[in-house]
């Protein structure tokens, strides 16, 4: 018998990895916090390095003073985004899953972004009349004095860079792309996915009061619906900055 003759040793099946590719929902969650972690320490960060360079005390109050200015904000922002992509390429390295298919970096079909961009329009302009009719505001006042402050201090394009690019991409690879793919495939599935993942980048914009909050969430779960029809996280990068790049643009030299 082959199995007792030494020129032919048994064969030794070793058991298959069955260890998931994907984080699912509490992996998800612990690892989103750390990612969350990581690019707060990557805005602060930039804030702190300022602090240092100009010689002032390293205080909260300084803190304020420097994050308040146009400039460091931008920068702040955009330091977000590599400290974020850091912390999500290393979660997805433990699995030993490819980057670009966890985040389904896939560039998506022309009339898959003219649908989103079609949907994304109807939904804020939705907004836009709601606000007109209730006398409120269309834009946050700090957001509109931030802006016109940073393109008379000469910080337009910096601050153009950091919300039109650097934040949709830290955000959208956190919500859409991290988040949404772990979710997903657990209990929750696709809708709780979205939901879920909306109600987080909704958390991240706490500075707006409940109204505006509101108007994120119905946006982040436009983008949710988006991320999961076209199987595409470029899809959402895309339409996240064309909705903050109008944003920025008609308030620093339209708005009145």
């Keep these: 018998m082959d ?18 590719d994907v984080w699912k929902f509490w992996g998800t969650a612990l690892w ?10 990557g805005q602060i960060g930039a804030i702190l390095l300022l602090v240092v360079l100009r010689g002032i005390p390293i ?7 420097v994050g308040s200015e146009p400039q460091a904000l931008a920068l702040s922002v955009t330091m977000g985004l590599p400290a974020t992509l850091v912390a999500v390429w290393l979660a997805i390295r433990i699995k030993k899953t490819s980057f670009v298919d ?6 998506p079909a022309w009339t898959q972004i003219l ?3 079609v949907g994304l329009i109807l939904l804020v302009v939705a907004w836009e009349a709601m606000s007109r009719s209730l006398g409120r505001e269309a834009t946050p006042g700090f957001m509109t004095d931030l802006l016109k402050s940073g393109r008379d201090k000469g910080a337009a394009l910096l601050l153009l860079f950091a919300f039109s690019v650097a934040a949709p991409m830290s955000e959208e690879v956190l919500a859409r792309g991290f988040l949404y793919r772990g979710w997903s495939a657990s209990f929750l599935r696709v809708p709780g996915a979205i939901i879920l993942s909306s109600l987080v980048w909704t958390g991240v914009h706490l500075q707006y009061d409940m109204y505006f909050l509101a108007e994120v969430f119905t946006i982040g779960v436009w983008f949710g619906y988006m991320r999961y029809r076209a199987n595409s996280l470029w899809l959402t990068v895309v339409l996240h900055a064309l909705n903050n790049m109008t944003a920025v643009v ?3 030299w339209l708005g009145s």
Excluded: E
């Design 3 to 20: 199995t007792l003759n030494p020129d032919h040793p048994p064969l030794i099946m070793t058991p298959a990895d069955h260890r998931p």
């Design 32 to 41: 989103g916090l750390l990612i969350f972690a990581a690019m707060f320490v």
């Design 59 to 65: 205080n909260m109050a300084s803190i304020q003073i």
């Design 102 to 107: 966890y985040l389904a970096l896939r560039w």
């Design 115 to 117: 649908f989103g961009a």
């Design 250 to 252: 008609l308030t620093m």
